[in-house]
T-cell receptor
Framework: GDSVTQMEGPVTLSEEAFLTINCTYTATGYPSLFWYVQYPGEGLQLLLKATKADDKGSNKGFEATYRKETTSFHLEKGSVQVSDSAVYFCALKNNNDMRFGAGTRLTVKP | GAGVSQSPSNKVTEKGKDVELRCDPISGHTALYWYRQRLGQGLEFLIYFQGNSAPDKSGLPSDRFSAERTGESVSTLTIQRTQQEDSAVYLC?????????????FGPGTRLTVL
């Protein structure tokens, strides 16, 4: 069945460092891909999404490109801030079926 | 309301008791999902409702779990004879429709602790 594998955490970075959180997927057909973020004490929020190959999703300085050839959707940010500390979930949606990765906890230190 | 709401936000119960968790989706959203998030783990799909169609119950872990939804409104997830392994955050999400491009919007979750 469909599945998502993302980089294990926790990840700890200094402020202004470059961030990459890897995400790869296995799916039949043409899924949509998502990154969700869960800030401390809050619910899951959509961060960005891409619905077809080569699409780039972006929001709040974060970017991810839907790469069908490598079945990847890696999350990147050029300069992280303390406020980016959260758990990040990669997800795919195929028909009405949604699959999430295990989540990657990011801590950004000042 | 503006977003998905869930109640209660926290629930502590004794092993063997039944619990009911409520989800109010975004108005107009026809699709509604329930997930379970155990500590330190990813989201585990439980059940999916789409309009008046029969729900997809394929993720329910046992017959102690059930859910209902009236039309396109409130949903209730019921766990009977709770066990300690049921302790988790239960998340509800809704989306406009069932299409592959439709984004799910999540509620804040209900943290269930079974003593």
């Amino acid at each position: 069945g469909d599945s998502v594998t993302q980089m294990e955490g926790p990840v700890t970075l200094s402020e202004e460092a470059f961030l990459t959180i890897n995400c790869t997927y296995t799916a039949t057909g043409y899924p949509s891909l998502f990154w969700y973020v869960q800030y401390p004490g809050e619910g899951l929020q959509l961060l960005l999404k891409a619905t077809k190959a080569d699409d780039k999703g972006s929001n709040k300085g974060f970017e991810a490109t839907y790469r069908k050839e490598t079945t990847s959707f890696h999350l990147e940010k050029g300069s992280v801030q303390v406020s980016d500390s959260a758990v990040y979930f990669c997800a795919l949606k195929n028909n009405n079926d949604m699959r999430f990765g295990a989540g990657t906890r990011l801590t950004v230190k000042p | 309301g503006a977003g998905v709401s869930q109640s209660p936000s926290n629930k502590v119960t004794e092993k063997g008791k039944d619990v009911e968790l409520r989800c109010d989706p975004i108005s107009g959203h026809t699709a509604l999902y329930w997930y379970r998030q155990r500590l330190g783990q990813g989201l585990e799909f439980l059940i999916y409702f789409q309009g008046n169609s029969a729900p997809d119950k394929s993720g329910l872990p046992s017959d102690r779990f059930s859910a209902e939804r009236t039309g396109e409104s409130v949903s209730t997830l019921t766990i009977q004879r709770t066990q300690q392994e049921d302790s988790a955050v239960y998340l509800c999400a809704s989306s406009l429709a069932r299409g592959v491009r439709d984004t799910q919007y999540f509620g804040p979750g209900t943290r269930l602790t079974v003593l």
